[in-house]
């Protein structure tokens, strides 16, 4: 049997999330910003596919295939915004709100899965 | 790297200082909605305008929100005939401030709008890094 990848797939999520959620946090600071245009980072599963092993580097000579961390901060400029405003400002509350539930409501999902999985390994732990 | 729900605290923070800025500038301006000169043909009172602009984190790049500054408004002034006003001029029209309570107000409705929202997320953040801790609860 495999062992399930999940805790390393739902911290990497969550990382994701809060990353994300930042980012929204950022919009929304600057929702009255003269010119700011609206963020959004790149998709989950195109941040998973960047993602690879990387091999331990033991000799200054040795080249690095890519830093394999926090791919996930990479920010698309332009997301589709609802609407861009006269003054060049293109974050709409109501769609960076409706995103935040979105992102909190994952998040919870990843923490209570990981709790359930825990506490499964724990029952075989102490009978 | 700072862990990024900090950061939204942080950032959120930000939002509600810029925003309680502006409305404190609004206040102003509908406080002195009538504030004329005192000596004839005086300047009144100018509407106040605030400015944002982000501030931007270069270790994140996450970008929270600063006051740029507060200018004054470029509007002509109203006037209106009082002859007997102690700020007329020798034609007996008084310069009133260029503050339209109307404009002020939906200012605020936004200011107010933009404050929710920021405090949205704060909570939203402080939830995420519950839901993170209680990860360690036994249950």
């Known amino acids: 049997m495999t062992q399930p990848y999940l805790f390393a797939l739902a911290s990497q999520h969550n990382r994701w ?17 003269p010119g700011f245009k609206a963020q959004e980072v790149t998709p989950f599963d195109a941040v998973l596919d960047s993602t690879r092993i990387a ?5 200054p000579k040795h080249m690095s295939i890519g830093d394999i961390q926090q791919k996930d901060s990479d920010k698309i ?3 589709d915004s609802w609407e861009v405003t006269h003054s060049g ?21 990843n923490a ?12 075989s732990t102490k009978v | 790297m700072a862990d990024p729900l900090q950061t939204i605290l942080k ?3 930000s939002g509600l200082e810029a925003q309680s800025v502006r409305m404190r500038v609004l206040a102003e ?25 982000s501030e931007i984190d270069d270790v994140q790049s996450t970008a929270g929100v600063r006051v740029a500054g507060i200018e004054t408004a470029r509007s002509a002034y109203r006037l209106e005939h009082m002859p007997g006003h102690p700020a007329a001029d020798e034609k007996g029209y008084v310069k009133l401030p260029n503050v339209d309570v109307m404009v002020e107000m939906a200012d605020m409705r ?12 704060i909570k939203q953040a402080r939830d995420m890094i519950n839901q993170a801790i209680d990860m360690l609860r036994s249950s």
């Open chain 1, 17 to 33: 999330l809060s990353m994300r959620q930042a980012t929204i946090a950022t919009n929304v600071a600057n929702a009255n910003t």
């Open chain 1, 55 to 59: 091999m331990t580097a033991s000799n």
């Open chain 1, 77 to 79: 400029q332009g997301q």
């Open chain 1, 89 to 109: 400002n293109s974050v709409n509350l109501e769609q960076e709100l409706i995103k935040a539930g979105e992102v909190g409501r994952e998040y919870r999902l």
């Open chain 1, 112 to 123: 209570n899965v990981v709790k359930t999985f825990h506490r499964m390994l724990l029952a």
């Open chain 2, 11 to 13: 950032i959120g923070a």
């Open chain 2, 29 to 53: 301006n509908i406080a002195n909605a009538n504030s004329a000169g005192a000596t004839p043909g005086a300047d009144p009172y100018t509407r106040k305008i605030v400015t944002f602009e």
């Open chain 2, 110 to 121: 936004e200011a107010n709008r933009s404050y929710d929202a920021n405090l949205q997320l």
